[in-house]
């Protein structure tokens, strides 16, 4: 373990398993990890907690002004190289686009082939339980009236699973600020059912009550999301594929991106069309404007159609 903290670092908190001085793809203990820029993720790259925290903040509120922290939680199927690829290019992208603050990644044990779906499942039911122990309760701790830093939360695929998990659990404990929320809770190709995100759906109510802002970004077109993908389990229409209910509480909004993605990807394809967002620069700019909390209706790269936003090129 590093005793200082690399200038501008990638803040991963991570919940593979170490073996051979190499993390895996099996469940251990969280580590806090500052990855130099254009490294791979090492076990050596860890810190403990409270640094972690410090320069996250930092990095999040430069100076000590107004800034934020967007949470990335990637889906399965993904290898410790590609949560870090698509967290860099998160973070180089809202960058660019002048966003104030900084990106940190939850990482947990992905494997990567499609067929360890129902593996990779129970793997992120399980760590779910980490990130309300070592993420959410750190960050109930840190959400002070004086804290310059606005949280936002992104999860992909099976993230949106987790994110849902752990959620539900951090209300079942005894957190020292129960009052902790995120300001912007977007989900890109969620795949959990749809019926499931209803106002009435108790497994959600702690996913609703504990955000000011939810947006579901949903295509039609998402492959591996089909019903007739069967390494998935179960048939029930997902959400990122067909959209929140219609009794999905105020709060919470869809994103048609079906006919934006079409346009620019005709031929489709499993991968791109389950992973689409990453470096889409449309893309990229809703999610920068929703987490500076411009009104829905007024996000420049939607329209409304049919009563639907939609997203489009501005």
């Not at 949470?71 to 966003?99: P, S, W």
Request: proline letters at 5%.
């Amino acid at each position: 373990m590093r005793g200082i903290l690399d200038p501008m670092p990638d803040f991963i908190l991570c919940t593979r398993s170490i073996s051979k001085n190499q993390f895996t793809d099996k469940p251990g203990p969280s580590k806090y990890l500052s990855v130099p820029d254009g490294a791979s993720p090492q076990p050596d790259h860890a810190v403990n907690q409270a640094s972690w925290a410090k320069a996250v903040i930092a990095a999040a509120a430069p100076n000590g002004k107004a800034g934020n922290l967007l949470i990335f939680i990637h889906g399965y199927n993904n290898t410790q190289e590609n949560v870090v690829t698509r967290h860099r290019q998160l973070k180089a992208d809202l960058a660019a686009m002048g966003f104030v603050g900084t990106v940190a990644s939850y990482d947990w044990p992905s494997d990567d082939t499609p067929l360890a779906y129902l593996a990779d499942r129970e793997r992120a039911k399980t760590t779910a339980l980490q990130l309300v122990s070592d993420g959410i309760a750190l960050l109930s701790k840190s959400q002070t009236p004086d804290c310059p830093v606005t949280v936002h939360l992104l999860a992909h695929s099976t993230g949106a699973f987790l994110v849902r998990e752990a959620f539900d659990e951090a209300d079942d404990r005894a957190l020292d600020n129960n009052a902790w929320v995120v300001s912007q809770l977007a989900f890109i190709s969620g795949d959990i059912s749809s019926s499931s995100m209803s106002e009435s759906a108790s497994g959600s109510e702690s996913l609703y009550r504990h955000c000011f802002r939810m947006t579901n970004y949903f295509n039609r077109h998402d492959e591996v999301l089909a019903i007739s993908n069967v390494k998935r389990i179960g048939a029930a229409p997902r959400v990122g594929r067909v959209g929140l209910p219609n009794d999905a509480p105020s709060k919470a909004i869809n994103v048609d991106c079906s006919d934006y993605f079409h346009s620019i990807h005709p031929d489709g394809g499993l991968t791109i069309s389950h992973s689409w967002q990453f470096g889409d620069l449309v893309f990229t700019r809703d999610l920068l404007l929703t987490m500076q909390g411009v009104d829905r209706n007024e996000v420049t790269t939607r329209k409304l159609v049919n009563g639907t936003l939609v997203l489009s090129k501005p």
